[in-house]
């Protein structure tokens, strides 16, 4: 029987998280790096969260992982961190060259490191740094570190890194290393009327880390990854409490030393962490099994200027009034700080099992998943990508060892273009990832098939579903590489009911496409999309969008522009404003017209009653423009 | 299937408009490839036959479906250019026809443009995708619920709707009209002029959205020109949408739907089911880009040949699939079509004096082949630029009114919507106008009814070419025929309506036949149908004139030249005459300064900060310009003065036309009225639907029609502010 090939849980877990993400960050190699004005290190008990030295200062996750051509003009991915990591992949530059028109040639460079002297001073008064050192608690007047947390990853931010600099940027940066650190701090920010933005990952896509110019008040960026125990786990309630700066791999690789697991993977969740994900809303990839961070949440803690804000007991449900932690959750830290919360566990799985669908169209392809959820048995998660994105993945396809492995590929392309008669220029593809036990899994697995079979579906094998998840991982990456070449791009995202989800992908290309030449831009853009999850009443789409801009003499604003149209049109086309990235400063102006005058009124009172000085940073949402 | 025909005109390559520094290898689209890789083959086709088009070639390169002016809410989306514009060349498709065989042409190899993205279904497959939509199924499932019947026997009538309804459009059928209409048009009409850019930015519109042609309705023979012209440049034959009372003409109306007809009922409001079927039919042919669609806005023929105020029903039909997002853009196509003699020209005269219009019928059509010895000149048609209604739109629709309801459900469009739907309306319309080619005959005919009852010859001519010039001015797109002297042209126009106007001893005369002899109604009513004649080609011009015109009626109605009083009453007049001719909704001080403009360029007025007056050389020019419009004045006064002295009672229409004409035929008979125009039923029921507008006449809505009910009173204050016997109470704008 198989059962006795079935290898041990927390074994296959950790296989499956190597296959998944390759991450071997090893904790023991990094030296702590923060650097610190004051004398005292954080405790030496503690483990560092990814430090920031490991980190690219300018672009997108780790200083070794990063797509380069190589001598031979073969772009590669370097590191060992991810699968692909060394890998060569001979079609991508074709790929690039034909869809930007982008030349190897032309190329820019970033600076090589941040130039401390047009960094922004630090200004700070000495009688708050005098409370701070009482507390013991470590921070930074360090410029790098400041600027280190002076944004998120939105494209702009990214492009003022590489070529210029923040006008505004965090005076402080401090390191609390548990709750009542957090209580301290706010308390000393309503003292000395300082303005505190809460600090996670760092992946922010919303602006929300940008510091407003017009800020006088000393800012201090609050860093929550000395936060990062897991405080209990209560197996017979499956759940267990976590310190909020704990990131998203770290908590799976804790918890999967007792055998569990959150199940909750958002796709930066290398780097993202709880805390972060409570205040955005976030969603996982798998969230059709193991729900979005509002199902997984069962208590938070969070500290207020106006007090600490949690339940009286971990219950599964509760009817007392609105439920308080839907204020918390997406407040995007208007409110406070998060910093304990409770959170459902599972029993790691024991199987885990991809695959992928070739559609003979995306409409097929969208009505095939339309009906999964309508049947509610979509796996773990499923996706599908258009036509573009499925020759964007297929140009990250690693060189193939041997020639019987290309004679297999060359024979599957022939069975779905020529027999089966798909046109590979609008044939698309889903993605799938299974888990749970193995008999379920090949059942559930018939399922969907046969599902799938019903709307022109053929089983394109697991190889290929596989690196469908592995593009999500790597993309951030290649917009790097993109900015090396004269690309720039950006992922967002949106939900949309399942009758407009064709309507909404069409039209949401075309604009982009459109608003592209418009705007002078010299080549067709890259605009795709995928419908991401699967829901009852409708489904998430996230969009990719990059162009090549030379010849552009403001690339920023001309890309914000034309992100700015795409997120009208699909306001136009009924779908949301986010679906897990958040407002922020971003898409704070349609706010308003999103949830109306009196919701949004809503938000500001409990804003104004909880932080009535506000020394949490509001420009978020509560001042959205009126137009 | 014969070869294609080397002679017959295509469309030439089209010409890419590259924007500077855009290197020849950034590739766009790969769609736009494709059909710029098919276009140049179809390029090729025509090759051999092109090159007497060379001259109109060379000027194509600015074919771009670029559209205009972006619309605001305030900031209205009608902006006339005040200067002259570039109009497109034209080139007569008939002059093929002559040299080579019909047969040929009708059997030629036709592989039309069509929508990017269309797969080709049968009509039968748009039938029943409609009556499985969603939208047809949720209105029968409700009638059905409300009426307590089985569905089946709503689905039943349904398909009876949509069979009566739909069109069969057939390749043989297009094939058997593309050798009539040949043969015919031949032997009608000298010339059948297009703009050939025109027809090359329509080739680039169909293919990117869906289209909708919006032409201008004169006369039957508008009905499948259009189909005949897309024909022949092998494009996507568009389906039509025709009045039901075709469908009483045998054979012709079978014939029709083959040609793409499909058949509207008059009037359905109240008929849900029909207006669901309808609407889905219509839009479902929209949506999936299956063919141009095409109809007219002005809901039928204009007797008059003045544009009539546009019907909004079809409009916000084929708009909603963009409102939805169900397409990301629609394109609007405003079609200009002019007659140098319209083919129904006597008919529409005796139809506004009363008698009334001859059923359609086979048997009316074949007797009226007689008109075949006729001949009705030169047909020009101006194919606009199209419009793009996602443009139209951007920044006027911001809130989505269809997110929070399923779109299937029928929903009556928020009064944003309606606002906008009627914007567009009447914004086509002044595009129509705008392109409306003017024969010199509308201009002999506009200085010969101020001339009545004869001018000498010379005198014509000389003030025949004053009015170009004034045209022009204007913004009227004159088509003079091949540097004709004035001389010749006015003689042409002459022979050509020889049934309107003669010259005798060297003086022109209207042409009233039997006006000699007999009664005096006799030669009242012989008299008036040539006045009725006569004016249907001067109308062509009035909406061209009617700003500066109005400006210079209310320059002679206002007490004083104080700006302030010139406007009153030029707001006064645009009010009155809000049916009568066209106006962009809500910009009377944008109108009032067009105006004001367009007299200043002619000299014709002076303004100071205050005043506006008319200039000694220019008196000739708004003395001319409020004769040319004092038939409406006065016409409109004498039909106020019937009503309000006359009509105690509530009444229907159908017993005020008959009253009022018998009112003004009297005063003509006394000699106490010169105003033959009067007599007219279309003046007459604009006069009496302004009077609605204006609240003096209240209109009721009966089971049996429509009732009115007069407040003389009011009637007699809006009398009295046409002698400016009172001053006209308008708040005056503050920015004058």
Same mark, same amino acid.
């Not at chain 2, 069109?167 to 050939?196: D, P, Y």
């Not at chain 2, 929070?404 to 086509?428: C, G, N, T, W």
């Given at each position: 029987m198989f059962l006795l090939k079935r290898p041990r849980k927390a074994q296959l877990y950790k296989i499956i998280m190597e296959f998944n993400y390759a991450f071997s960050y090893s904790r023991s190699s990094c030296a702590t790096s923060l650097k610190h004005n004051s004398t005292e290190l954080p405790p030496a008990s503690r483990e560092e969260a990814p430090q920031q030295e490991l980190l690219k200062w300018n672009g997108w996750g780790y200083n070794d992982s990063k797509f380069i051509f190589n001598k031979k003009g073969q772009a590669e991915f370097t590191g060992k961190r991810y699968r692909l990591g060394g890998m060569v992949l001979p079609t991508f530059k074709?790929?690039?060259?034909?869809?930007?028109?982008?030349? =190897?040639?032309?190329?820019?460079?970033?600076?090589?490191? =941040?130039?401390?002297?047009?960094?922004?001073?630090?200004?700070?008064?000495?009688?708050?740094?005098? *409370?701070?050192?009482?507390?013991?608690i470590s921070y930074s007047q360090d410029a790098e570190d400041r600027v280190f947390r002076a944004h998120g990853h939105c494209l702009h931010e990214i492009f003022v890194l590489r070529e210029g600099m923040f006008k505004r940027i965090p005076d402080i940066v401090v390191w609390p290393v548990c709750h009542e650190d957090v209580v301290k701090i706010v308390e000393l920010a309503c003292k000395h009327n300082l303005c505190i933005i809460p600090f996670g990952g760092g992946t922010s896509v919303s602006s929300a880390l940008e510091c407003p110019e017009d800020e006088k008040r000393t800012i201090v960026s609050l860093d929550t990854s000395q936060m990062n125990r897991i405080l209990w786990i209560d197996e017979k309630n499956l759940t267990a409490c976590v310190e909020a700066g704990i990131v998203g791999q770290d908590l799976e690789k804790q918890l999967a030393e007792s055998g569990f697991c959150t199940g909750h993977e958002p796709d930066s969740m290398e780097f993202s962490s709880l805390g972060g994900w409570v205040a955005t809303r976030a969603s996982g990839m798998k969230k059709n099994i193991y729900g979005n961070i509002e199902d997984l949440v069962v208590h938070i803690k969070m500290v207020t200027p106006r007090g600490i804000v949690e339940k009286n007991c971990q219950v599964p449900r509760m009817s007392t009034g609105p439920d308080i932690h839907h204020f918390i959750m997406g407040s995007e830290g208007t409110l406070g700080v998060v910093t304990e919360v409770t959170i459902k566990i599972r029993p790691v799985p024991e199987y885990q099992k991809y695959g992928s669908v070739v559609f003979p169209n995306f409409e097929r392809g969208v009505a095939c998943l339309r009906e999964v959820a309508k049947q509610r048995c979509a796996p773990a998660s499923i996706r599908l990508v258009d036509n573009a994105q499925f020759q964007f993945g297929h140009a990250l396809k690693p060189q193939v060892a041997s020639i019987f492995t290309s004679f297999l590929d060359g024979?599957?392309?022939?069975?779905?273009?020529?027999?089966?008669?798909?046109?590979?220029?609008? =044939?698309?593809?889903?993605?799938?990832?299974?888990?749970?036990?193995?008999?379920?899994?090949?059942?559930?697995?018939?399922?969907?098939?046969?599902?799938?079979?019903?709307?022109?579906?053929?089983?394109?094998?697991? *190889?290929?579903?596989?690196?469908?998840?592995? =593009?999500?991982?790597?993309?951030?990456?290649?917009?790097?590489?993109?900015?090396?070449?004269?690309?720039?791009?950006?992922?967002?995202?949106?939900?949309?009911?399942?009758?407009?989800?064709?309507?909404?992908?069409?039209?949401?290309?075309?604009?982009?496409?459109?608003?592209?030449?418009?705007?002078?831009?010299?080549?067709?853009?890259?605009?795709?999309?995928?419908?991401?999850?699967?829901?009852?009443?409708?489904?998430?789409?996230?969009?990719?969008?990059?162009?090549?801009?030379?010849g552009i003499s403001d690339p920023i604003h001309v890309y914000e522009q034309i992100e700015r149209a795409a997120r009208e049109e699909i306001l136009a086309n009924g779908g949301s404003l986010s679906?897990?990235?958040?407002?922020?400063?971003?898409?704070?102006?349609?706010?308003?017209?999103?949830?109306?005058?009196?919701?949004?009124?809503?938000?500001?009172?409990?804003?104004?009653?909880?932080?009535?000085?506000?020394?949490?940073?509001?420009?978020?949402?509560?001042?959205?423009?009126?137009? | 299937m014969a070869p294609p025909t080397a002679r017959c005109p295509r469309l030439p390559p089209p010409r890419r408009t590259r924007q500077p520094g855009r290197g020849g290898a950034?590739?766009?689209?790969?769609? @736009?490839?494709?059909?710029?890789?098919?276009?140049?083959?179809?390029?090729?086709?025509?090759?051999?036959?092109?090159?007497?088009?060379?001259?109109?070639?060379?000027?194509?390169?600015?074919?771009?479906?670029?559209?205009?002016?972006?619309?605001? +809410?305030?900031?209205?989306?009608?902006?006339?250019?005040?200067?002259?514009?570039?109009?497109?060349?034209?080139?007569?498709?008939?002059?093929?026809?002559?040299?080579?065989?019909?047969?040929?042409?009708?059997?030629?190899?036709?592989?039309?443009?069509?929508?990017?993205?269309?797969?080709?279904?049968?009509?039968?497959?748009?039938?029943?995708?409609?009556?499985?939509?969603?939208?047809?199924?949720?209105?029968?499932?409700?009638?059905?619920?409300?009426?307590?019947?089985?569905?089946?026997?709503?689905?039943?009538?349904?398909?009876?709707?949509?069979?009566?309804?739909?069109?069969?459009?057939?390749?043989?059928?297009? +094939?058997?009209?593309?050798?009539?209409?040949?043969?015919?048009?031949?032997?009608?009409?000298?010339?059948?002029?297009?703009?050939?850019?025109?027809?090359?930015?329509?080739?680039?519109?169909?293919? @990117?959205?869906?289209?909708?042609?919006?032409?201008?309705?004169?006369?039957y023979v508008d009905f499948l020109m259009l189909s005949y012209l897309l024909y022949t440049y092998d494009l996507a034959l568009p389906v039509i949408a025709a009045g039901i009372d075709f469908l009483g003409m045998k054979i012709v109306g079978e014939l029709l739907r083959r040609a793409g007809a499909f058949f509207m009922r008059r009037s359905?409001?109240?008929?849900?089911?029909?207006?669901?079927?309808?609407?889905?039919?219509?839009?479902?042919?929209?949506?999936?880009?299956?063919?141009?669609?095409?109809?007219?806005?002005?809901?039928?023929?204009?007797?008059?040949?003045?544009?009539?105020?546009?019907?909004?029903?079809?409009?916000?039909?084929?708009?909603?699939?963009?409102?939805?997002?169900?397409?990301?853009?629609?394109?609007?196509?405003?079609?200009?079509?002019?007659? @140098?003699?319209?083919?129904?020209?006597?008919?529409?005269?005796?139809?506004?004096?009363?008698?009334?219009?001859?059923?359609?019928?086979?048997?009316?059509?074949?007797?009226?082949?007689?008109?075949?010895?006729?001949?009705?000149?030169? $047909?020009? $048609?101006?194919?606009?630029?199209?419009?793009?209604?996602?443009?139209?739109?951007?920044?006027?629709?911001?809130?989505?009114?269809?997110?929070?309801?399923?779109?299937?459900?029928?929903?009556?469009?928020?009064?944003?919507?309606?606002?906008?739907?009627?914007?567009?309306?009447?914004?086509?319309?002044?595009?129509?106008?705008?392109?409306?080619?003017?024969?010199?005959?509308?201009?002999?005919?506009?200085?010969?009814?101020?001339?009545?009852?004869?001018?000498?010859?010379e005198l014509l001519i000389e003030k025949t070419l004053w009015l170009k010039g004034l045209t022009q001015t204007f913004g009227g797109f004159i088509e003079w025929p091949d540097n004709l002297c004035a001389k010749k042209a006015v003689l042409s126009g002459l022979t050509l309506h020889s049934n309107i106007a003669r010259l005798v001893d060297?003086?022109?005369?209207?042409?009233?036949?039997?006006?000699?002899?007999?009664?005096?109604?006799?030669?009242?009513?012989?008299?008036?149908?040539?006045?009725?004649?006569?004016?249907?080609?001067?109308?062509?011009?009035?909406?061209?004139?009617?700003?500066?015109?109005?400006?210079?009626?209310?320059?002679?109605?206002?007490?004083?030249?104080?700006?302030?009083?010139?406007?009153?009453?030029?707001?006064?007049?645009?009010?009155?005459?809000?049916?009568?001719? $066209?106006?962009?909704?809500? $910009?009377?001080?944008?109108?009032?300064?067009?105006?004001?403009?367009?007299?200043?360029?002619?000299?014709?007025?002076?303004?100071?900060?205050?005043?506006?007056?008319?200039?000694?050389?220019g008196s000739g020019t708004v003395s001319f310009l409020s004769a040319m419009f004092r038939p409406f004045v006065e016409g409109y006064q004498l039909i106020f003065r019937?009503?309000?002295?006359?009509?105690?009672?509530?009444?229907?229409?159908?017993?005020?036309?008959?009253?009022?004409?018998?009112?003004?035929?009297?005063?003509?008979?006394?000699?106490?009225?010169?105003?033959?125009?009067?007599?007219?039923s279309d003046m007459q029921k604009n006069a009496l639907s302004a009077l609605v507008q204006l609240g003096a006449v209240k209109k009721k809505k009966m089971p049996n029609g429509f009732t009115y009910n007069v407040n003389q009173e009011a009637v007699s204050k809006i009398l009295d502010m046409f002698d400016a016997r009172i001053p006209v109470q308008k708040p005056v704008a503050a920015r004058l």
């Open positions: 074709e790929w690039i060259e034909k869809t930007f028109g982008a030349s =190897l040639e032309h190329k820019t460079t970033s600076r090589a490191s =941040l130039n401390v002297n047009d960094v922004p001073p630090s200004i700070v008064n000495e009688e708050f740094l005098q *409370d701070l050192r009482a507390t013991k024979l599957k392309k022939f069975y779905i273009t020529k027999f089966k008669g798909f046109d590979p220029n609008i =044939l698309c593809v889903a993605t799938l990832l299974f888990e749970g036990d193995r008999e379920k899994v090949l059942q559930h697995e018939k399922q969907v098939y046969d599902i799938a079979t019903k709307f022109g579906g053929l089983a394109a094998g697991e *190889d290929n579903g596989q690196r469908g998840y592995m =593009l999500t991982f790597v993309i951030a990456y290649l917009r790097d590489l993109g900015l090396d070449y004269y690309v720039i791009g950006e992922s967002f995202e949106t939900s949309v009911p399942w009758d407009r989800v064709l309507d909404l992908c069409r039209n949401v290309k075309e604009r982009i496409v459109r608003e592209c030449k418009e705007k002078g831009v010299q080549f067709a853009p890259l605009s795709t999309c995928r419908v991401t999850q699967t829901y009852d009443a409708g489904a998430c789409v996230y969009f990719y969008f990059a162009f090549n801009y030379r679906h897990h990235h958040g407002v922020g400063k971003l898409r704070k102006r349609w706010m308003k017209d999103s949830i109306s005058d009196v919701g949004l009124g809503m938000l500001r009172s409990v804003k104004e009653y909880v932080d009535p000085i506000t020394s949490l940073e509001t420009k978020i949402f509560y001042k959205a423009l009126h137009k | 950034g590739p766009w689209a790969p769609r @736009e490839a494709a059909a710029g890789g098919r276009a140049a083959r179809r390029g090729r086709a025509g090759e051999r036959g092109a090159g007497r088009r060379g001259g109109a070639r060379r000027t194509m390169a600015t074919a771009t479906a670029a559209t205009p002016g972006r619309a605001r +809410r305030g900031a209205p989306m009608y902006s006339k250019e005040l200067t002259s514009k570039k109009r497109d060349e034209f080139e007569d498709i008939l002059e093929e026809r002559r040299l080579s065989s019909d047969l040929r042409y009708a059997m030629k190899c036709y592989t039309p443009v069509i929508y990017k993205g269309l797969s080709p279904c049968k009509p039968n497959a748009i039938k029943s995708a409609v009556l499985r939509s969603e939208q047809v199924q949720y209105v029968i499932k409700q009638l059905a619920k409300e009426m307590g019947e089985s569905p089946d026997i709503i689905q039943e009538e349904a398909t009876e709707i949509l069979d009566e309804m739909g069109h069969r459009m057939q390749l043989g059928a297009v +094939r058997f009209f593309a050798f009539t209409l040949s043969k015919i048009f031949k032997q009608l009409f000298q010339r059948v002029c297009v703009n050939e850019e025109g027809m090359q930015r329509l080739q680039h519109a169909i293919q @990117e959205h869906p289209v909708v042609l919006l032409p201008s309705h004169r006369s359905f409001g109240g008929n849900r089911l029909y207006w669901a079927v309808f609407a889905e039919y219509v839009k479902t042919m929209l949506r999936s880009g299956y063919a141009p669609i095409e109809f007219f806005l002005e809901g039928t023929r204009s007797r008059t040949a003045k544009t009539l105020t546009p019907k909004f029903g079809l409009l916000s039909i084929v708009m909603e699939p963009f409102f939805k997002r169900e397409v990301f853009d629609t394109y609007l196509v405003p079609i200009s079509i002019s007659y @140098e003699r319209i083919l129904e020209e006597s008919l529409y005269a005796y139809e506004l004096l009363g008698v009334p219009k001859p059923k359609e019928s086979t048997s009316g059509l074949l007797k009226a082949r007689r008109i075949l010895s006729d001949n009705f000149g030169t $047909i020009h $048609i101006y194919v606009g630029q199209p419009v793009s209604l996602r443009t139209l739109a951007s920044g006027r629709i911001n809130r989505c009114p269809y997110n929070l309801v399923p779109r299937h459900l029928p929903q009556k469009p928020s009064e944003d919507i309606q606002e906008f739907v009627s914007d567009v309306a009447y914004k086509m319309e002044l595009l129509q106008i705008e392109n409306m080619v003017l024969s010199p005959w509308v201009l002999v005919a506009a200085v010969l009814l101020q001339n009545l009852p004869a001018m000498e010859f060297g003086h022109v005369v209207l042409n009233d036949k039997g006006a000699e002899d007999g009664a005096v109604g006799e030669i009242v009513f012989r008299h008036a149908l040539a006045v009725l004649m006569c004016a249907t080609y001067r109308n062509q011009l009035l909406n061209v004139f009617v700003r500066p015109a109005l400006v210079a009626v209310a320059l002679q109605m206002a007490p004083s030249f104080r700006k302030e009083e010139v406007y009153s009453c030029f707001n006064f007049l645009r009010d009155v005459f809000s049916d009568e001719f $066209i106006f962009f909704p809500g $910009i009377s001080l944008k109108d009032f300064e067009e105006g004001c403009f367009l007299l200043t360029k002619c000299d014709a007025i002076q303004t100071s900060q205050q005043e506006i007056y008319p200039t000694d050389k019937y009503l309000s002295k006359e009509m105690k009672e509530a009444f229907t229409e159908k017993q005020f036309i008959p009253g009022v004409r018998n009112f003004v035929f009297q005063h003509l008979e006394k000699g106490s009225t010169q105003c033959y125009e009067a007599l007219s």
